[in-house]
């Protein structure tokens, strides 16, 4: 089935069934695994900063839509020749997931579950399942250009979707309606981290016809709530279970934590890093570990990447060399550009600035998980699930964003703060006040920009740039 | 570095070519009907006071109203940084910097490391400002140089009814063929822009130091008022107080070498990371 819409006035868009994964898995990122595979790293980092650096920095056209924003989120030709060996592993831990939406469009013959972006794939990785998740459309979405992007939410929006709902959810409900995403049989999501995304499973399951299983989220930050979420894990797992006719495999759960764990080692070191100045390491590279945590956590290749940007960011570390050469601005910022990753490798190239301290998403936190015993384990992976991006920030009171933020500013010498704002997001125009007090009290100068972050229908990438352009020249940073 | 800042106001251009804080020259020149052939003329004035080349300059920063008409400028900024920056340097401990100009009366609040921290203007009308002064005094044949004496000499200041320029105007008529003295009628003038000005200080809640820049700050009457209208005294810059702006633009086009300059490599890592057992 076609979807066919009338997007503008002229031109009649046409997104065909599964053509995002199809492009994705047989296009794009083979082909660059390929390159990979067969040019030499230096090689590849000559291309992209002299050949391919030009086409894709200057806005989307016509001709570099459809590899713009990917490369853009492989570093926009700003990596060094070391750096694009993490990328062998992250194109494993992309082909890896999209498998999980090709075979059962191929050949049905493991249940298929759409999983909420907060709730761990491990689980996932202990069944003989092939999962997928929905938000991941956002980013993914993205690599095809903003037609692509702006069509799959103009028709969620054409479908009666909420215009004001977190652009994420709206992807991956327009990745449904424009058939993205073969029909699962089994939804599992989670309360967390808004309502936005809370609203969105039950209409996904409305449409869809499947049984749902929701986590549910409690407020609280203590060993109380840890175990009434543990408890809810539990209960997730006998419900696919019961739905899918298999046991959880716990061995196979426990090899996937072990994983997690020596990831979470290396990318939290690699979020200390950027407490040096000048920072060894770069947001972007932060911003796709946490992408490729979204899409392959408890994946050997996901460890393999950290490891990679951890060894050549600690080398650069020991030389006291910065992943600039001149590093002349430190940002704090929070949330992450998903449909304007091009403004990372922009600040860097155009102002010498750097995000440190992480952004939302690329900060990790992540708690360590006891592989002991399955009771410690559902413990862990409760605290895990609680104090993912996003979750640990705005699931509860606004303390548990704030002492974040506060501790942020503390440590990652930052010379000013930088929030994208995101539509959808109610808690962060929330505590948009108190951010503003929090940075007026250190004297910091802050830029609260009004966007969404996954919706470039809502704020130009130009009219970013021109905002963060005037506010680093007049506050005499650049 | 050498920089130069360039504020194109509604009455006067000033260019103001600065060596980190320090000024080297400046200059100051009226509006007029060709304005480009203004700018330059005011940059090359300013160059040759400060005796510096023009392939010296290394940035140019250009703020005010007419900002965009500056060709070669390499950024344009609001005013309110200009003026943020500029006081901050000349006195850290100030935290809220007056401007009164030819149309505009800015109060821009400074944080203690010199960036803005909120900005207030009043609305655009020749009634609470510069050019309202320069009308009245031509109404009244007096030269612009001698309203201070004139309104300090003043016993009982005429309180303005009219909001409006134009009709305030019409009313100083009516005073003088009235027989109200000039003396009296400028004091208020002068009481009607400082009234202004005192409320955009109240509205911004500020406390500190107020400084108090901008070309009618130069009416020393003005100042008298002002600080008995906020019942505090005003910093006065060492500077020509007309070049705030534009001095503070010359700043920012220092960029980073003018807010401090990056330390020690790697000093602020305190090496690795633990993995965290929990929160």
Redesign the interface.
């Known amino acids: 089935m076609n979807v066919r819409i009338n997007l503008r006035a002229k031109t009649v868009f046409e997104l065909k069934e599964y053509r995002i994964v199809r492009y994705l898995y047989y296009v794009l990122i083979r082909g660059y695994y390929l390159a990979l595979l067969l040019l030499p790293y230096g090689v590849i980092s000559l291309v992209a900063r002299y050949v391919l650096h030009p086409f894709i920095f200057n806005k989307e056209t016509r001709f570099n839509k459809y590899i713009r924003s990917a490369l853009l989120w492989m570093g926009g030709g700003l990596h060094k020749a070391a750096d694009y060996r993490a990328h062998l592993p992250i194109m494993r831990i992309i082909l890896d997931y999209l498998r999980h939406h090709v075979e059962p469009i191929k050949n049905r013959k493991k249940p298929l579950i759409y999983l909420g972006w907060c709730v761990s794939p491990e689980f996932m990785r202990a069944f003989d399942v092939h999962y997928i998740i929905p938000e991941a459309f956002s980013v993914t979405g993205s690599w095809l250009g903003r037609d692509v992007s702006n069509h799959m939410l103009e028709v969620l929006e054409s479908e009666g979707g909420s215009i004001e709902s977190c652009s994420a959810s709206k992807f991956a409900a327009g990745a449904y309606f424009t058939r993205q995403m073969p029909d699962p049989d089994l939804i599992v999501t989670s309360s967390h981290p808004c309502d936005s995304g809370v609203s969105f499973y039950p209409t996904l399951q409305n449409v869809t016809r499947v049984p749902m299983y929701v986590l549910d989220t409690p407020y609280g930050?203590d060993e109380d709530s840890y175990r009434y979420f543990a408890g809810n894990l539990k209960a997730m797992i006998s419900f696919i279970e019961k739905n899918t006719g298999q046991k959880i495999d716990w061995d196979r759960l426990r090899r996937s934590c072990e994983e997690l764990?020596k990831t979470?080692?290396y990318l939290?070191?690699l979020?200390?890093?950027t407490?040096?100045?000048?920072s060894p390491v770069s947001s972007q590279q932060l911003t796709v570990a946490w992408a490729m945590k979204l899409m392959g956590s408890g994946s050997p290749h996901l460890t393999e990447m950290a490891r990679i940007m951890y060894e050549n960011a600690k080398k650069r570390?020991d030389r006291?060399?910065?992943w600039l050469r001149e590093?002349?601005?430190r940002v704090i910022w929070w949330d992450v550009p998903i449909a304007f990753v091009s403004l990372y490798p922009w600040i860097e190239k155009e102002f010498g600035a750097m995000i440190v301290g992480g952004d939302l998403m690329g900060r990790c936190?992540?708690?360590?998980v006891d592989t002991s015993s399955e009771e410690s384990m559902m413990l862990s992976l409760a605290?895990v699930h609680l104090?993912a991006s996003m979750v640990?920030n705005v699931r509860g009171t606004q303390e548990l964003f704030m002492d974040e933020f506060e501790q942020i500013i503390a440590?990652?010498?930052g010379?000013c703060f930088i929030f994208v704002g995101h539509n959808g997001c109610k808690h962060g125009w929330g505590y948009g006040r108190i951010k503003k007090d929090i940075c007026?009290r250190i004297?910091?100068?802050a830029l609260h920009m009004s966007s969404d972050y996954s919706d470039s229908r809502n704020t130009s990438e130009e009219s970013l740039k021109k905002q963060i352009?005037?506010f680093f020249?007049?506050?005499?940073?650049? | 570095m050498i920089a130069s800042g360039f504020d194109i106001g509604t009455r006067f251009v000033k260019v103001c070519i600065v060596e980190g804080r320090n000024v080297l020259g400046y200059s100051i020149e009226e509006t007029g009907k060709d304005m480009r052939r203004i700018i330059k003329a005011a940059y090359k004035r300013a160059l040759e006071r400060s005796g510096v080349k023009k392939r010296a300059v290394e940035r140019r920063m250009a703020t005010g109203y007419g900002s965009e008409l500056v060709r070669k400028a390499d950024a344009v900024v609001p005013e309110a940084p200009c003026l943020a920056r500029a006081v901050h340097a000349l006195n850290p401990e100030i935290r809220l910097a007056v401007d009164v100009g030819g149309l505009f009366i800015n109060v821009t609040g400074v944080g203690a490391r010199g960036f803005v921290d909120g900005t207030l203007t009043n609305d655009k009308c020749a009634a609470g400002s510069g050019k309202f002064l320069e009308m009245v005094s031509e109404t009244l044949s007096v030269p612009f140089d001698s309203i201070s004496d004139m309104a300090l000499r003043s016993n009982s200041p005429y309180a303005i009814n009219s909001q409006c320029a134009v009709f305030a105007e019409s009313e100083i008529i009516s005073q003088v063929n009235g027989g109200r003295s000039g003396e009296d009628i400028l004091a208020g003038v002068l009481k009607s822009i400082v009234l202004r000005a005192a409320t955009l200080v109240e509205r911004s809640d500020a406390s500190g130091m107020v400084a108090l820049c901008g070309g009618i700050s130069k009416i020393p009457a003005f100042r008298v008022l002002f600080e008995r209208t906020i019942k505090s005294d005003a910093y006065i810059p060492p500077l020509d107080p007309q070049i705030i702006a534009a001095y503070g633009a010359a700043l920012l086009a220092e960029g980073r070498a003018a807010v401090r300059n990056k330390g020690s490599v790697g000093a602020a890592c305190p090496g690795h990371a633990r993995v965290m057992e929990s929160r």
């Open positions: 930050d764990n979470n080692f939290q070191e979020t200390a890093m407490r040096a100045i000048p570390l006291g060399q910065g590093e002349r601005i936190n992540t708690p360590y605290k104090n640990r440590e990652y010498s010379d007026k004297g910091l100068p352009s005037d020249i007049g506050n005499g940073l650049a």
